[in-house]
C-alpha cells in the first residue's frame, strides 16, 4: 500500500502528537500520507476524503471506528484500527504495535473482512446508517414502552419492554451483549432483534436473515401516548411518540476492516472480553 489516510479523534489526540507520529513514520518510508480534516463537531469535513487511498488508519477506539464507517461508507477504502480508547474491541491494533502494523502493509497484502451495515428511515424519512445497531429506546418517565414490530409487513410480536436493539454481526458484542443478546461472527450475513429489560417471562433475541425488513412501530401506552426514541449507532437521538415506524434493513453499503493479526474471532474475544 502506498497512500494512507490519518482519520484521528480529535479528542483523543488533540495536539496530535500521535498523528503527526504515525505521518511521519510513513513518509519515512516512502509513502504519500494525508490526515483528515475535521470540523468543529469532530466530523470529517465533506469532500476532503482522498478517494484514491489505500487504506484509512483509524487513531481511536470503537466509537471512532463506528463513525469512520459510516462517514466513509460511500468510499471503498479499508480501515485499520489502531486503538487510543480503552476496550477498542474493533480496532486490530493497540498504540504500541502501530508500527508492526504499518511495516505489514508496506510489504503485504492484508485480508478485507466485509461488514455489513443497516439503514433505517423513520415514517418512511430521511434514511440513516448504522454499522453496530439501532436502539429504539424508552424516552422521559421510566417505565416501558409498548411496541410491535413487524418482519416483512406480518407482526412478529408486540412487546412491553425498555426498548429493543436491531443489531448488524459486528454490533452483537456491543449494546445487544449488554442486553442478553447473542454474539454473532461478524463477518456473517444477518439480524439480530434483542428486546432491552422487556415485561415478560422468556422474550428472547430472534436471528433475522439479513434480507429481512423490520418495522418498530411505537403502539398506544397504558397512560396515552408513549414517548419514545431512536438512535442510530448510539449517535443522535430522534425522537418517537405512538404511531411513528422505525423501518430497517440492510444496507447497500457495506464497511472493510483490514485484517492483519493471526488471532481468532474467538480469541480476541475472549481476550478483549476478559474481566468485562
Avoid at 452483537?172 to 417471562?201: D, F, K, Q
Avoid at 448510539?234 to 425522537?239: A, C, N, Q, Y
Wanted: glycine content about 10%; some cysteine; overall charge negative.
Amino acid at each position: 500500500m502506498n497512500k494512507f489516510y490519518i482519520v484521528m479523534n480529535t479528542g483523543k489526540d488533540q495536539d496530535f502528537t500521535v498523528s503527526n507520529e504515525i505521518k511521519e513514520y510513513i513518509e519515512k518510508n516512502g509513502r504519500e500520507c494525508i490526515l483528515s480534516e475535521k470540523d468543529e463537531s469532530g466530523q470529517i469535513v465533506p469532500g476532503t476524503v482522498p478517494a484514491d487511498a489505500d487504506c484509512a488508519i483509524v487513531l481511536g477506539g470503537d466509537g471512532t471506528m463506528i463513525q469512520t464507517a459510516r462517514e466513509l461508507s460511500d468510499f471503498d477504502i479499508p480501515l485499520l484500527g489502531i486503538n487510543l480508547g480503552t476496550l477498542g474491541y474493533l480496532t486490530e491494533f493497540e498504540m504500541h504495535h502501530s508500527k508492526d502494523a504499518l511495516n505489514y502493509l508496506f510489504k503485504s497484502k492484508p485480508v478485507i473482512e466485509k461488514r455489513m451495515m443497516l439503514t433505517g428511515a423513520i415514517n418512511e424519512g430521511h434514511h440513516l446508517l448504522a454499522l453496530n445497531d439501532v436502539v429504539v429506546s424508552r424516552e422521559g418517565n421510566l417505565r416501558v414502552i409498548h411496541f410491535n414490530v413487524y418482519v416483512n409487513g406480518a407482526l412478529l410480536n408486540s412487546y412491553q419492554a425498555d426498548g429493543v436493539i436491531i443489531s448488524t454481526p459486528t454490533g452483537s458484542t456491543g449494546y445487544n451483549l449488554s442486553a442478553g443478546g447473542p454474539i454473532v461472527e461478524p463477518t456473517a450475513s444477518m439480524i439480530v432483534l434483542t428486546p432491552i429489560c422487556s415485561h415478560a417471562l422468556n422474550t428472547s433475541s430472534i436471528v433475522l436473515s439479513a434480507e429481512d425488513v423490520i418495522e418498530i412501530e411505537i403502539a398506544q401506552g397504558r397512560y396515552g401516548n408513549e414517548s419514545a426514541a431512536v438512535s442510530f449507532d448510539g449517535g443522535v437521538l430522534h425522537h418517537l411518540t405512538t404511531g411513528d415506524r422505525v423501518t430497517v434493513m440492510r444496507a447497500k453499503e457495506t464497511t472493510s476492516f483490514m485484517k492483519i493479526s493471526e488471532e481468532s474471532f474467538l480469541k480476541t474475544l475472549r481476550r478483549k472480553m476478559k474481566g468485562n
